[in-house]
């Protein structure tokens, strides 16, 4: 079946300009995470969903981040007025909301690059 | 706080001999689970291996074992019989029940020579 979609797969954008990523999880899963990696470091956690209830944001770095999830469909993680230290690989992944040893599901990430 | 340390930044090792990564965990939740993802330089990642804070057992899968030390809250990964295939970053990872949030450790980039 399908895997997790991300996309744009690559974005190049201005600095102070406002870009929008897209997450498509694997249909079912319930659950769905964001993650972002800066170059050859490790996977920062941004923000979680799970169904309707309300997400865990406690990772957004700062208010110019923002994540909407309508039910258990697409995700869109929105980075508002763009700064350079916000060039990373950003990841979305999915799991099934049941079952504690159900692995995350990754996305191939969207490499965003702040000029 | 809720942390996963990898102290291992990047190990070399040579093929065929078996590697240990180190992976450490901090919580006052009695219940969780640890996993284990191999990202290669394509970026893609791969879930290797899980370990439920209740399982009596160290979970295995093929090469793939994991030494879980409840006590020490340690879950480290054991790669053993290396091949050059192995050569990626390896992130340590945890997911709290009470609330399903997942969080990873910075990693360790293993090295496998010839």
């Known amino acids: 079946g399908a895997g997790v979609s991300q996309s744009p797969s690559n974005k190049v954008t201005e600095k102070g300009k406002d870009v929008e990523l897209r997450c498509d999880p694997i249909s079912g899963h319930t659950a769905l995470y964001w993650y972002r990696q800066s170059l050859g470091q490790g996977l920062e956690f941004l923000i979680y969903f799970q169904g309707n209830s309300a997400p865990d944001k406690s990772g957004l770095p700062s208010d110019r981040f923002s994540a909407e999830r309508t039910g258990e469909s697409v995700s869109t993680l929105t980075i508002q007025r763009t700064q350079q230290e916000d060039s990373a690989v950003y990841l979305c992944?999915?799991?099934?909301?049941?079952?504690?040893?159900?692995?995350?599901?990754f996305g191939n990430g969207t490499r965003l690059t702040v000029t | 706080a809720q942390k996963i340390t990898q102290t291992q930044p990047g190990m070399f090792v040579q093929e065929k001999e078996a590697v240990t990564l180190d992976c450490t965990y901090d919580?006052?939740?009695?219940?969780?689970?640890l996993f284990w993802y191999k990202q290669p330089s394509s970026g893609e990642m791969i879930f290797l291996i899980y370990?439920?804070?209740?399982?009596?057992q160290n979970a295995t899968e093929g090469r793939y074992s994991l030494n879980f030390q409840k006590a020490r809250k340690s879950a480290n990964l054991v790669i053993s019989a290396s091949q050059l295939g192995d050569s990626a970053m390896y992130f340590c990872a945890m997911r709290y029940h009470r609330d399903d949030k997942i969080i990873f450790g910075k990693g360790t980039r293993l090295h496998i020579l010839p």
């Open positions: 370990q439920g804070s209740y399982d009596q």
């Open positions: 919580t006052s939740d009695p219940s969780y689970g």
């Open positions: 992944a999915s799991r099934p909301g049941g079952g504690n040893n159900s692995p995350l599901h």
